[in-house]
């Protein structure tokens, strides 16, 4: 077996020849290795492997797609489109890189997030904002009472 390496990754070629099947991307974290996740049966006919990965892929985009919409309307956008990247990663390498990429961003910011330095500056701005906003409706309050705006005369 012929062993390539670039970065922390390594990809196997099985068989012999110029027409070797490439393996699974192996990878030296404690993440699982790279490459499709499709059933043995399924991989041993290129045709059907294909038609796996058109099949995939479509899904993949159509749940993307839809995320992308719930942008702009009303649902988990976000989580829809992740949900879609996953899809996508269990048949595509680019896709599962890009995936533990952004799992190790949203793990960085969660941690950050959890830092008593950073806590206690955003309970302090939100304590600011919550003081500016009372202080506001206070001040509406004491000007026109319990009037609606579009009820206020002049």
């Not at 309050?141 to 705006?149: C, D, F, I």
Request: a positive charge; aromatic letters at 10%; glycine letters at 12%.
């Amino acid at each position: 077996m012929e062993e390539w390496s670039f970065g922390g990754c390594s990809i196997g070629a099985k068989g012999g020849g110029a027409s070797g099947s490439l393996g699974r991307v192996k990878t030296e974290s404690r993440e699982g290795a790279l490459g499709s996740r499709a059933p043995h049966f399924i991989k041993s006919s290129r045709a059907l492997h294909l038609s796996w990965q058109v099949g995939v892929f479509l899904v993949g985009s159509a749940v993307v797609f839809a995320g992308v919409l719930m942008l702009a309307l009303p649902g988990p956008g976000w989580l829809v489109i992740f949900s879609g990247l996953a899809i996508w990663a269990t048949e595509f390498v680019w896709a599962q890189l890009v995936l533990r990429w952004t799992r190790r961003k949203v793990s960085e910011a969660a941690k950050r997030a959890l830092d008593p330095k950073v806590r206690r500056r955003n309970m302090l701005i939100t304590a600011l904002g919550l003081a500016v906003a009372a202080a506001l409706i206070g001040v509406y309050l004491a000007r026109y009472g319990l009037e609606v705006p579009w009820e206020v005369a002049g």
